[in-house]
């Protein structure tokens, strides 16, 4: 089955405490992102990967880090997080960066206290 | 700066009844829009799409109109079914080549049965 999958789904943490977040998709996609998601916000983008060892900032890329060492995977990277990374986080991936639609992971709740 | 937002942030109808969901986005160099659908606990799907060389696009039950003089974006949903309750959000994808995606706040849809 084509999916995005994350984990872990939901994650609670203390302020400071370096946490790595898992994304990977088994479809060859070359695009892959990551978004925040809080109330009345939508969704924000913090980072995004073309493709293999490319990656590039979002809207919200500070307190973050990503890697795109294969293909497949793309984990976002908290190396001191606060409380105000405290939200709702979703990877996406599609074929290419272009015309295409982005198939989304099923998301990972992190609080941050 | 760019942004994509919608007119209402809830929406409610009565089963059958056709849907209409807003957005207007101010990056006039955007070309390409989607729609995604966010049901409770899971991540965006895609839900229909377009090209800034196009007017309208049909799917199944689903219509998108693209009206670029005003800089709006609509969704219209055709006899709208208790299943259709969820948080809608459009996207543009903005940036040469389209490498980043902005979303709007979304709107939320009740289906009253």
């Known amino acids: 089955e084509a999916q995005v999958t994350q984990n872990p789904r939901y994650l609670i943490t203390v302020t400071g405490k370096k946490l790595t977040v898992t994304c990977s998709q088994n479809m060859n996609h070359e695009y892959m992102s990551w978004y925040r998601q809080d109330p009345g916000l939508g969704l924000r983008q913090i980072y995004y990967s073309m493709n293999v060892e490319v990656t590039d900032k979002g809207d919200v890329p500070e307190g973050y880090k990503v890697s795109r060492k294969e293909k497949r995977n793309f984990p976002l990277i908290l190396e001191s997080p606060s409380p105000n990374q405290t939200s709702l986080y979703f990877c996406?991936?599609?074929?290419?960066?272009?015309?295409?639609?982005?198939?989304f992971g099923p998301g990972t709740r992190l609080l941050v206290l | 700066g760019e942004s994509v937002g919608l007119h209402l942030p809830t929406l409610s109808v009565q089963e059958g009844d056709n849907s209409i969901i807003n957005c207007a986005y101010s990056?006039?160099?955007?070309?390409?829009f989607i729609w995604y659908k966010q049901e409770s606990g899971k991540g965006p799907q895609f839900i229909i799409d377009?090209?800034?060389?196009?007017d309208k696009r049909q799917g199944q039950r689903v219509t998108v109109l693209l009206n670029k003089t005003v800089k709006h974006l609509s969704l219209q949903i055709a006899a709208t079914q208790p299943g259709d309750s969820a948080v809608y959000f459009c996207a543009e994808k903005a940036g040469t080549g389209g490498f980043k995606t902005i979303f709007g706040a979304g709107t939320r849809l009740f289906v009253k049965a």
């Open positions: 996406a991936s599609s074929l290419s960066q272009a015309f295409e639609t982005q198939y």
């Open positions: 377009i090209r800034s060389n196009m």
């Open positions: 990056n006039s160099a955007s070309d390409y």
